[in-house]
């Protein structure tokens, strides 16, 4: 049983569980899609990567989905599970209420400037 | 020696973690490092290999000696390699529309040794070919 879907994760975290939302994916591709989907911000290593994928593994929200070798070189795929398609469409639509609640204040504070 | 230097990272990971991923997580350092630099992935080794040792809930004088023979290591190996400068060779190769002729020129790199990273972009295929 998974620990809790709706868990506060990480930044890198909810970058790798959006890059497998579009199916299952290797780690080295995890990576450059994390890359490409934070606009170059989120760069991860092989450690950091290894490091997220077993943390949301024991806490159910991605799986390990094989192995194979391509080019000599040994890539494990993983893909999200039900309780991790729920984590992250329950941290997107967080983060989509904050942004509203922020973006709201900024407007705010440019239609009425220097009032506290 | 980029794969020994990986190597020698990974013994900052529990003995457990290295006798079931070692291979999977050198490959997967070694792909990133083709992209972002052996360095940045020989230190993200280190770090990762720590954290999962204090995850596992090593004492702090075992995570600490294992950080200063690996520093100490990873220094050796470094100083090697400078001093043996210019060892590693790579080759780059790029095509766009028919490859056959590269892409049979890549797997013979690939059967004599090398390791070839491949990158597909829309409008043209790249390998970047290194050997130790």
């Given amino acids: ?116 | 020696m980029r794969r020994r230097l990986l190597d020698l990272c990974l013994l900052a990971y529990p003995r457990e973690v290295r006798a079931r991923d070692r291979e999977h997580l050198r490959d997967l350092a070694m792909d990133l490092a083709d992209d972002h630099g052996t360095v940045r992935e020989a230190l993200g080794l280190l770090r990762g290999g720590l954290t999962e040792r204090r995850r596992r809930g090593r004492t702090r004088r075992a995570v600490i000696a294992v950080a200063a023979g690996t520093a100490l290591a990873l220094g050796g190996l470094t100083w090697t390699a400078t001093a043996q400068g210019g060892r590693v060779e790579e080759d780059l190769f790029s095509c766009a529309g028919p490859c056959a002729d590269t892409e049979a020129e890549v797997a013979s790199r690939v059967r004599d040794g090398w390791t070839c990273t491949e990158r597909r972009d829309p409008d043209a295929v790249s390998w970047r070919c290194t050997r130790d």
């Fill in chain 1, 1 to 116: 049983m998974p620990r809790c879907i709706v868990a506060r994760v990480t930044e890198q975290a909810l970058f790798i569980l959006a890059s497998l939302a579009r199916g299952e994916l290797h780690g080295y591709g995890i990576a450059r899609d994390v890359e490409e989907l934070s606009d170059g911000r989120v760069r991860l290593t092989a450690g950091t990567l290894y490091g997220a994928l077993n943390r949301l593994s024991d806490d159910g929200l991605v799986e390990p989905s094989g192995e194979r070798k391509v080019q000599g070189r040994r890539r494990r795929y993983y893909r999200l599970t039900a309780p991790g398609h729920a984590a992250l469409a329950a941290e997107v639509e967080q983060l989509r209420s904050a942004a509203a609640a922020l973006g709201g204040r900024v407007a705010a504070a440019r239609r009425t400037p220097g009032l506290a």
